[in-house]
Nanobody, 121 residues
Framework: QVQLVESGGGLVQAGGSLRLSCAASGSIFSITIMGWYRQAPGKQRELVAT???????NYADSVKGRFSISRDNAKNTVYLQMNSLKPEDTAVYYC???????????????WGQGTQVTVSS
């Protein structure tokens, strides 16, 4: 089995910073894309940022210039550095990874349990 465990959420004032971490563990053969999504109350889950194993990254327009995604392939961990936070960034943030559990297995999509980020004005 594979688990994604997030940490680093919390309450911060507008303009502040937080760093989220997500560690994948279990029967992991390889990981391709890792990323962060978020879901605010009453809204659909949306992409925040993704990063490939080679380091190429992609960001939602709403977070470009403020958030930075990175990963440590040796630790199967992805990070999200969030700066200049705004109240509209308030949401549950979910880690996502596309993983193979063996050389002959297919790629599967995994999600973390989510971590709350609250930005006060």
């Amino acid at each position: 089995q594979v688990q994604l465990v997030e940490s680093g959420g919390g309450l911060v004032q507008a303009g502040g910073s937080l760093r989220l971490s997500c560690a994948a563990s279990g029967s992991i053969f390889s990981i391709t894309i890792m990323g962060w999504y978020r879901q605010a109350p009453g809204k659909q889950r949306e992409l925040v940022a993704t990063i490939l194993s080679g380091g190429s990254s992609n960001y939602a327009d709403s977070v470009k210039g403020r958030f930075s995604i990175s990963r440590d392939n040796a630790k199967n961990t992805v990070y999200l550095q969030m700066n200049s936070l705004k109240p509209e960034d308030t949401a549950v943030y979910y880690c996502n990874a596309v993983i193979r559990t063996g050389s002959g297995s297919t790629w599967s999509n995994y999600w973390g349990q989510g971590t709350q980020v609250t930005v006060s004005s």
